[in-house]
């Protein structure tokens, strides 16, 4: 719950920085000089990525939590049994085992969107955060082509 507090706290604060930008672009646009207005546009193609990335990155994080809602709704959530330091790095032996398995799980049910998605909560645990997003995207892309 708090991680979701800050989560749209950082958004907000985004959409804001992203409003101003907007702004500083526009009044730069309106000047009667060309590098000013080439500043002005680039400020607004600079602002299109951002929005952009905050959107995906917001679909990503309510598309996950509706997997999660489905699996722990099914009994399927992985258990996060990784010990943990007191900084709170897991344990790498334990988070490599946890690993294993749900990497042979993932490849001997490549068609089920919930080993994917269990791949990618070990793929979190082992602190490999691009290849857990990347694994979660394809969790979502599988679920949302067997309701179609």
Same mark, same amino acid.
């Given at each position: 719950?708090?991680?979701?507090? $800050?989560? $749209?706290?950082?958004?907000?604060? +985004? ?6 930008? /907007?702004?500083?672009? *526009? ?17 607004? /193609?600079? /602002? %299109?990525?951002?929005? *952009?990335? +905050? $959107? ?9 939590? #509706?997997?999660?809602?489905? +699996?722990?709704?099914?009994? %399927? ?11 709170? &790095?897991? =344990? ?19 068609? =089920? $969107?919930?080993? *994917? ?15 857990? &997003? #990347? ?9 949302? %082509?067997?309701?179609?």
């Amino acid at each position: 719950m708090v991680s979701k507090l $800050w989560a $749209w706290l950082f958004a907000g604060l +985004l959409v804001i920085f992203l409003g101003g930008a /907007v702004v500083s672009a *526009w009044r730069f646009l309106r000047v009667d000089d060309l590098v000013a207005r080439v500043i002005g546009a680039a400020v607004l /193609v600079i /602002v %299109g990525v951002g929005v *952009w990335y +905050l $959107w995906r990155e917001l679909q990503l994080a309510f598309r996950s939590e #509706h997997l999660g809602r489905i +699996l722990e709704s099914e009994g %399927g959530l992985p258990e996060d049994s990784v010990e943990r330091s007191p900084g709170g &790095r897991p =344990d790498r032996a334990q988070a490599d085992e946890q690993f294993s398995r749900y990497a042979a799980e993932a490849e001997s049910r490549p068609e =089920d $969107w919930r080993s *994917w998605f269990r791949l990618a909560i070990a793929y979190d645990i082992a602190s490999d955060r691009r290849r857990a &997003r #990347h694994t979660m995207r394809r969790a979502i892309r599988m679920e949302r %082509g067997a309701d179609s």
